[in-house]
C-alpha cells in the first residue's frame, strides 16, 4: 500500500529554519508529481512548493515561500525534502507532503505540524 511520512516539524523561532521530511512507501517518487501543501490554523490552504519528474524535473514555488523555502528529493531514500528558511509567523501550518496518483489523484501523509514564534 502506498504511505507518505511527513517529520521534521516543530516549533522554531521567527527567521529561523526547518527541514521536512517525507518517506514514500509502496510506491516511489520517481518519473512522478509531487510537492508540498499546507493549511493553516482557519483553513487557509495552500500549494507550497511542486516537482515534477519530466525532463530531468522542475520545480515551482507559491511565492508567499518563494526564496525562502527548497523543494528538493533523495530517490535512493524514496525522501521528498522541504528546506524552510528565514520562517516567519505566517507560515505557521500543517504541512502535507503529496505524490501525483492516478489521473487527478494524489497520495498524502498525515501532516507535520510547523509553528514559528516570535
Known amino acids: 500500500q502506498v504511505q507518505l511520512m511527513e517529520s521534521g516539524g516543530g516549533l522554531v523561532q521567527a527567521g529561523g529554519s526547518l527541514r521536512l521530511s517525507c518517506v514514500a512507501s509502496?510506491?516511489?517518487?520517481?518519473?512522478?508529481?509531487m510537492g508540498w501543501y499546507r493549511q493553516a490554523p482557519g483553513g487557509s490552504r495552500e500549494l507550497v512548493a511542486r516537482m515534477t519528474s519530466s525532463g530531468g524535473g522542475s520545480t515551482n514555488y507559491a511565492d508567499s515561500v518563494k526564496g525562502r523555502f527548497t523543494i528538493s528529493r533523495d530517490n535512493a531514500k524514496n525522501t521528498l525534502y522541504l528546506q524552510m528558511n528565514s520562517l516567519k509567523l505566517e507560515d505557521t501550518a500543517t504541512y502535507y507532503c503529496?505524490?501525483?496518483?492516478?489521473?487527478?489523484?494524489?497520495?498524502w501523509g498525515q501532516g507535520t505540524q510547523v509553528t514559528v514564534s516570535s
Open positions: 509502496g510506491i516511489s517518487f520517481l518519473s512522478n508529481r
Open positions: 503529496y505524490r501525483g496518483g492516478p489521473g487527478m489523484s494524489a497520495y
